[in-house]
C-alpha cells in the first residue's frame, strides 16, 4: 500500500496504488504543462509509458508519456487500446444490477438456483455476495497447477467452467457472508450466471448494454489472444518482456476488458451520473463493506480514501498493464491513468497473489494522480529534501530507500539539462569511490582462494613499482594506512592538466597514475597514520590483475556483476557511458558544463565503476548479509581505524566505512567525480539501505552540500 489505502487485488487481473481526480475547470489549460510534467516523471520513474485523461466537467486533458511500443519505438498515444484488468469488474456489475431491475435477477438469487451443482454450498452464496466479495470462494489464480499451466500455454483458451472447477476444488476460505476476500471467481460465476439468465454471451451483454448505448467504439470483451486495433504493448521489465498477447479466457468476466482512457472516463461518469441504474440501484452498488481501513468494496465498485477527498472507481491489472480509474461521487471529476508495464506475479494480500505496477513507479503514480486532484502533490520529508538539493544548485538527483522488501525511489530535477530530461530512477551514474567497496570485495575473495594475504607486500606482488612496497601491505592498501601520497587528492595537477585543457578523451593508464603519486614523499611510514587514497586502490587494481591474469573489469564482472544479475552495473574505460544514464554537470565560468564524457581511466579501481541506485543497494545487502564473502573476511572488512578527514565519527575498514548516524551505526561509501555525487549507507545487516545520487559534485554551492547532508539524514532515518 502507498501513503494512502490501496488494496484492490486480482490473481490475472490487479489495482494499483492511487487515487484520482481531476483539476478544476477553470485551470485546466494552466496546469496541462504541469501534469505533462508529472506524468514525465511517472515514466521516468520505470514505466515504458502511460496515458492519463483528467476530466473536470466539461473539461478534459489528454496526455501521453513515454513509448507504446518499444520494439517498433512507437510514442505512447492517447487513443491507445489497454488491458483494463479488474476495471472489467464495474462494467459486470453494471450488467448485474441492470438484471435486477428488470426483475430478471435478485440481489438474494443464490448461485445454486442459476448455476445447479456448479459451486458446493452454492445454495448460501448469493449475487450480493459475488459482487462484493464476501462469499468466500477461493480465488483460482492461487491454484499452483493451474498457474503453471496457463504459464506454459499462455494462448490457452479456458471455459469458465474449468476455471470455476479449478477455484471450487479448494476449500472456501469463510463461510458465504462471513468475512471478505477478493477473489476473481466471483466474477466468473456473475459471469456465468448473467449468461444463464439471458441465455446470451456475456460479451453480447455487455455489448447491447453498455458498449453501443454509451458509444464506446474501442472497448470490447475479446477472445482471441492479440488486441485488436491501436493498442500500446504490455511488458514485463526484469527481464525485459513483451506480455501483450495471451489469452484473455484466463480472466474473462474478472478482467479481459479492452479498453481506452475515454471510453473509462465515459462509462464511469455515466454509471455514476444515473444513465445506466436507477437511483436505488446506485445506492446498492455504493452499500460497501471495509475490509482496511480507508479502502471500501461495494457491488463491483471501490470506494477509497486519498490525500484530500473520496473516490469511487476501481483499479486493475493484468500482465504488463495497470489502470487507476477513480472519480468523485457524481462522476464529475475524473483520472484515468494507464501504464504499460507490471511486475510479474507477486504475493500480496492474504491468499492472493497480483500483477501490480512496477514498485519503482508507485510512488511517482500516487505524485501524478495527487497533482491531478488536489492541485499539488503531497510530498513527503525525503522528496522535499530532494527537491531542496536541486532548487540549490543541482540538476539532478535521486534517492533509493530500501526497508527490508519495500523500497522508495524518489527523483527531482533533470538527468539531462538539453534538452530537459526528468531524472529517471534507473539512470545510471558514475559511482565514484563507492567502487572501492567492489574492489576490496574482489581482494579480499582472492584472499579466501589462499591466491593473496592480508599481510602479502607490495613488493612480492608487483616489484619494483612502489618504493618501500616491501614495507606496504594489502590491508595498508584496502584501509590507507599505506601513506602513499594520493595522485588526485593532494595538490598534484597532473591528472587534470589534459582535462581542463579540454581533451575529455585523454586516458591514464593505472601504472601512470601510480608514478604521479611516488614521485612524492609517502606522508607517513606505514601503518603509522591514515590518509586518503585513491593510489592505494589504483595499486589494488594492479595487485589483482598480477594475480589473476586477467583485467580488473573481468573479475568484477565474474565475482560480482553477473552472480548479483547488476545488469546497470560495469567498470568503464571509455569516455562515453552507454545506455540510459543522467549527464553530470559542474560549473564552468557562470555556465553548467556536461562533464559526462570525461574519460574515467584517471579514476580506475579507485572510482571508474558505473551503476544504479538499485544495483549499489543490491551490492550492498548481498556483502552485508554475507553472500560474498565467508564470515571471517567480513570481520577484517568492517575492522575500522579512525578516519576523521572524512567526518566526525567516521572510521574506516577494508574498502567500506563506518558512519555514525543520529539514528545509528551505517556502513558505505561516498563517491564523487567531476557531475557526480554519490552515497550509500546500509545498516550492518543490510536490510534498511540508502543510495543518494546527484548530478553534480565538485561545484556544489555550500548551502547546496548543507542540504544533501539532510537529504542522507532524512533518507537514512526518516
Not at 430478471?104 to 451443482?117: A, S
Not at 553472500?627 to 568492517?638: F, I, K, T, V, W
Request: hydrophobic share 40%; net charge positive; proline share 6%.
Amino acid at each position: 500500500m502507498g501513503r494512502y489505502v490501496l488494496v484492490v487485488l486480482l490473481a490475472l487481473v490487479v489495482a494499483v496504488g492511487a487515487t484520482a481526480a481531476a483539476a478544476s475547470a477553470q485551470r485546466a489549460p494552466a496546469r496541462e504543462p504541469e501534469l505533462q510534467r508529472a506524468l514525465d516523471r511517472l515514466v521516468a520513474a520505470g514505466v515504458p509509458g502511460a496515458v492519463a485523461l483528467v476530466r473536470d466537467g466539461d473539461r478534459t486533458i489528454r496526455l501521453a508519456s513515454g513509448s507504446g511500443n518499444l520494439n517498433a519505438k512507437t510514442p505512447m498515444s492517447t487513443g491507445g487500446r489497454f488491458r483494463v484488468g479488474s476495471v472489467t469488474k464495474t462494467f459486470v456489475a453494471t450488467v448485474v444490477l441492470q438484471l435486477v431491475g428488470e426483475g430478471k435477477l435478485r440481489l438474494t438469487d443464490t448461485v445454486e438456483r442459476w448455476l445447479p451443482g456448479v459451486v458446493p454450498n452454492g445454495r448460501r452464496i448469493t449475487v450480493r455476495r459475488l459482487l462484493n466479495h464476501t462469499s468466500g470462494l477461493f480465488d483460482y489464480g492461487g491454484d499452483r497447477k493451474w498457474l503453471a499451466a496457463a504459464y506454459r500455454d499462455p494462448m490457452r483458451d479456458w471455459t469458465p467452467r474449468e476455471i470455476v472447477a479449478v477455484a471450487t476444488a479448494h476449500r472456501p476460505h469463510f463461510a458465504p457472508g462471513a468475512g471478505w476476500s477478493y477473489s476473481n471467481t466471483n466474477y466468473f460465476v456473475l459471469g456465468l450466471v448473467v449468461e444463464a439468465a439471458t441465455k446470451h454471451a456475456l460479451a453480447t451483454e455487455l455489448r447491447r448494454r453498455i458498449l453501443t448505448p454509451l458509444q464506446l467504439r474501442d472497448t470490447s470483451l475479446p477472445t482471441q489472444p492479440r488486441i485488436a486495433g491501436r493498442y500500446a504493448h504490455g511488458y514485463f521489465l526484469r527481464p525485459l518482456q513483451d506480455v501483450s498477447d495471451g489469452s484473455p479466457s484466463v480472466v474473462w468476466a474478472a478482467g479481459a476488458l479492452v479498453s481506452t482512457a475515454d471510453d473509462i472516463a465515459t462509462f464511469y461518469r455515466a454509471l455514476l451520473g444515473g444513465r445506466l441504474l436507477s437511483q436505488e440501484l446506485l445506492r446498492e452498488m455504493r452499500t460497501t463493506v471495509t475490509p482496511a481501513p480507508g479502502f471500501s468494496y461495494g457491488l463491483g465498485l471501490q470506494k477509497l480514501r486519498g490525500p484530500c477527498g473520496t473516490f469511487w472507481g476501481h483499479s486493475g491489472g493484468s500482465p504488463g498493464y495497470a489502470v487507476d480509474a477513480l472519480n468523485s461521487k457524481n462522476g464529475q471529476r475524473q483520472v484515468v491513468v494507464l501504464v504499460n508495464a507490471t511486475d510479474p506475479l507477486t504475493p500480496s494480500l492474504k491468499n492472493f497473489r497480483s500483477f501490480n505496477a512496477p514498485e519503482r513507479a508507485g510512488r511517482a503514480l500516487e505524485r501524478f494522480v495527487e497533482t491531478a486532484y488536489c492541485g499539488k502533490a503531497v510530498a513527503t520529508p525525503l522528496e522535499r529534501s530532494l527537491d531542496d538539493l536541486v532548487a540549490a544548485g543541482a540538476p539532478g538527483a535521486l534517492a533509493l530507500v530500501r526497508e527490508g522488501n519495500r523500497t522508495t525511489r524518489v527523483t527531482s530535477g533533470y538527468g539531462t539539462l538539453a534538452p530537459k530530461t526528468p531524472m529517471r530512477a534507473t539512470d545510471r551514474f558514475r559511482i565514484g569511490s563507492v567502487t572501492k567497496t567492489f574492489v576490496a570485495t574482489v581482494v579480499l575473495q582472492l584472499v579466501a582462494e589462499g591466491k593473496l594475504s592480508l599481510d602479502d607486500t607490495v613488493e612480492r606482488r608487483l616489484p619494483g613499482l612502489v618504493p618501500n612496497g616491501r614495507n606496504i601491505t594489502v590491508r595498508q592498501l584496502l584501509n590507507m594506512t599505506a601513506g602513499l601520497f594520493d595522485y588526485l587528492a593532494d595538490g598534484d595537477p597532473t591528472v587534470a592538466k589534459p582535462y581542463i585543457a579540454g581533451n575529455y578523451t585523454y586516458t591514464w593508464k593505472p601504472q601512470e597514475l601510480v608514478e604521479i603519486a611516488v614521485s612524492h614523499k609517502p606522508h607517513f611510514a606505514p601503518g603509522a597514520g591514515w590518509s586518503y587514497c585513491n593510489t592505494c586502490y589504483v595499486v589494488l587494481g594492479l595487485i589483482v590483475e598480477a594475480r589473476t591474469g586477467r583485467s580488473l573489469s573481468t573479475e568484477l564482472r565474474g565475482r560480482i556483476f553477473t552472480p548479483l544479475h547488476l545488469r546497470g552495473t560495469t567498470f568503464d574505460t571509455t569516455p562515453r557511458i552507454a545506455g540510459r544514464h543522467a549527464h553530470g554537470y559542474e560549473l564552468e565560468g557562470k555556465r553548467l558544463q556536461d562533464v559526462s564524457d570525461l574519460n574515467p581511466s584517471y579514476g580506475w579501481a579507485a572510482g571508474a565503476i558505473v551503476s544504479t541506485a538499485d544495483d549499489v543497494a543490491r551490492f550492498y545487502r548481498a556483502l552485508l548479509v554475507g553472500r560474498l564473502l565467508p564470515p571471517d573476511l567480513m570481520r577484517a572488512m568492517e575492522t575500522t581505524v579512525g578516519a576523521r578527514s572524512l567526518g566526525p565519527g567516521v572510521r574506516y575498514g577494508l574498502g567500506i566505512a563506518m558512519v555514525r548516524t543520529p539514528c545509528g551505526t551505517a556502513w558505505g561509501n561516498r563517491g564523487g567525480l567531476p557531475g557526480y555525487g554519490t552515497s550509500t549507507l546500509s545498516s550492518k545487516d543490510g536490510n534498511r539501505q540508502i543510495v543518494v545520487l546527484a548530478t553534480r559534485d565538485e561545484t556544489l554551492p555550500e548551502r547546496a552540500g548543507r542540504t544533501y547532508e539532510r537529504v542522507l539524514a532524512t533518507a537514512y532515518c526518516g
